[in-house]
């Protein structure tokens, strides 16, 4: 069966024919996990999946419907992809679509990645389309902090957790060509993040990652002038941290980054776990400021706080 380039989820994609052939297929769902493990790939093979051409309850790959989906150009499915945030506009905008006749398929699909991003405004717009849902669409919300969102709109749509097993992280990685990394440590410090595994394999992340740990086991190389570097910077150090509270507790096996062990053992040996804790919880409060506050004054927060 054609699968495109998703990885994992076939438990999900297996229950969304059952729906199919079942008639049972509600009105919206959420679709919510950890970034970059394909959510919105699968919401997208799942538009495929309905709206196939072939006859047999799966996606072919080859007819027109599905060439048109995979390449995000086909007129009944809509794909969102925010900014900072979803505006009420967009969603007016999306209204106006969305009850417009179906052109060519059985369902008109509508996906909104990071829908955690709704304004207030937007989210209660949206959730007027839910309560009177156009014939024949279907809401794929996606979103890895579901808890983010109007509780009203939550109430409206059917959840599903998606999750990539580590074997499928790895798989992928494994079966990459041309990588100068162990697939297995990839996955490690991606946390199984397909996304972040990408850009590993660019060499691009790798070299930022070299130079931020690169100093003396109490330095850091943080100087960013980028915004999202900056988040990724953070994301780094979230995970470094984490795996100085888990020496600390005694599993240095359970660390990720174990190509940094002798660094992590080093730093966790200068403090107690409430210090590495209170640091965990500080570059966070930091990182949720990040899109509201001088990225120089950033950069000096993460340093202060290490």
Not at 122 to 132: M, T, Y
Not at 138 to 167: C, E, G
Request: charged share 25%; glycine share 4%; proline share 4%.
């Amino acid at each position: 069966m054609y699968s495109g380039n998703l990885i994992g989820h076939k438990k999900v994609v297996s229950y969304f024919k059952t729906l199919h052939r079942t008639n049972r297929l509600a009105h919206a769902y959420i679709f919510s996990g950890n970034d970059g493990i394909g959510k919105r790939k699968t919401a997208r093979h799942i538009a495929m999946l309905l709206n196939c051409l072939s006859a047999d309850n799966s996606v072919c790959g080859e007819c027109d419907n599905c060439y048109k989906i995979e390449n995000k150009i086909h007129p009944d499915v809509i794909e969102i992809e925010p900014g900072k945030s979803i505006s009420i506009n967009t969603i007016r905008d999306l209204r106006n679509k969305v009850y417009i006749k179906k052109y060519v398929s059985d369902y008109k699909i509508v996906i909104i990645d990071n829908a955690d991003l709704l304004t207030r405004p937007a989210a209660n717009a949206f959730l007027k389309i839910l309560e009177e849902p156009p014939p024949y669409t279907i809401f794929f919300l996606i979103t890895a902090q579901p808890q983010n969102m109007l509780a009203t709109v939550r109430s409206r749509a059917h959840k599903i957790w998606l999750s990539l097993k580590y074997d499928e992280a790895l798989q992928f990685s494994s079966e990459k060509e041309g990588i100068n990394i162990d697939p297995e440590l990839m996955v490690r410090i991606s946390s199984a993040n397909l996304s972040r595994i990408e850009k590993m394999l660019s060499g691009i992340y790798l070299a930022k990652r070299k130079e931020i740990f690169a100093p003396a086991p109490g330095h850091f190389n943080i100087d960013e002038r980028k915004r999202d570097d900056l988040k990724e910077t953070a994301i780094m150090l979230l995970s470094f941290l984490r795996d100085c509270l888990i020496y600390k507790a005694g599993t240095p096996e359970l660390i990720k980054n174990l190509d940094l062990e002798e660094k992590i053992n080093r730093y966790q040996n200068r403090y107690n776990m409430h210090d590495i804790l209170d640091k965990i919880n500080s570059l966070l409060l930091v990182t949720q400021a990040f899109d509201n506050i001088n990225i120089n004054l950033a950069n000096n927060l993460i340093r202060s706080i290490l």
